[in-house]
């Protein structure tokens, strides 16, 4: 998987993205800078991380639970919540304000802010880094003396691939 910091290009996988290196190169991140952190990623906390990346697109809390309650009976909502928070901690997942939902982050590795795209049809999130619009943003908060703990944008609209099916 190539990643991109320059904002004009997506570090969303393309149309002939193949969706299990993807996956299998989330999970390597995730288990080396928790080893490099020093915390650990439980077999649980692995489960859900593997659930996020199933698909591109954001999913709840609820739906993770009912997926991961086959692999480990004794799940319950705290458990999902738990590992949510560890995984949204370590900067391994977001958290889809907008849908109450959770994606998988495609630059685990650095600390980042985001701009999420969020197609209305078939539901995928594309993260982009944005530098230009995130350094605006800081300008603006700089005249205002304010100070941003985080920043994310989430804008819903149309992707590439639902464009010409949607009519839109």
Partial sequence: MTISLDSSQTIHPLATHDHQKCVNQALTTAEHLCVERGVQLTSIRHQVLSLIWESHKAVKAYDLLD?????QQSAKPATIYRALDFLIEQGLIHR??????FVGCRCSGHQH????????HCQEVEERTATKVMQSLSEEFAQARFVAHSKAIEIHGICEKCKGISGD
């Fill in 113 to 120: 802010e985001q701009l999420l795209l969020i197609c209305k």
């Fill in 67 to 71: 997926r991961l309650k086959p692999l």
């Fill in 96 to 101: 889809v304000e907008s849908l109450n939902a």
